[in-house]
């Protein structure tokens, strides 16, 4: 069992930064690949980026890449996710979520334990 909270949401503006951290609680934080998500208003939720167990390989969303980059400290629990020129359209409510599996994937259906979200809005 996993257990997942996310914080560092807020208001910020146009070209700002932002940093996510999920903190983790339960015996298999090291061993499951960490992924962020998010979900606007009206629209599907889609994946933003993951990080592998060890942080040896990671996966971005091309709408993301250049911009936001994660990463984890498996000795705190916690996965990071650093969002810098941030966009309107980034805004949204940011889901941290666990998988068990050993493949980085933006599938959400390959993770297991999901947070409760922190809502991210970027005004231009």
């Known amino acids: 069992q996993v257990q997942l909270v996310e914080s560092g949401g807020g208001l910020v503006q146009a070209g700002g930064s932002l940093r996510l951290s999920c903190a983790a609680s339960g015996p298999s934080f090291s061993s499951s690949v960490m992924g962020w998500f998010r979900q606007a208003p009206g629209k599907e939720r889609e994946f933003v980026c993951a990080i592998s167990r060890s942080s040896g390989s990671t996966s971005h969303a091309d709408s993301v890449k250049g911009r936001f980059t994660i990463s984890r400290d498996n000795a705190k629990n916690t996965v990071y996710l650093q969002m810098n020129n941030l966009k309107p359209e980034d805004t949204a409510v940011y889901y941290c979520?666990?998988?068990?599996?050993?493949?980085?994937?933006?599938?959400?259906?390959?993770?297991?334990?999901w947070g409760q979200g922190t809502q991210v809005h970027v005004s231009s």
């Open positions: 979520a666990a998988g068990l599996g050993t493949v980085v994937t933006g599938r959400p259906e390959r993770y297991d334990y």
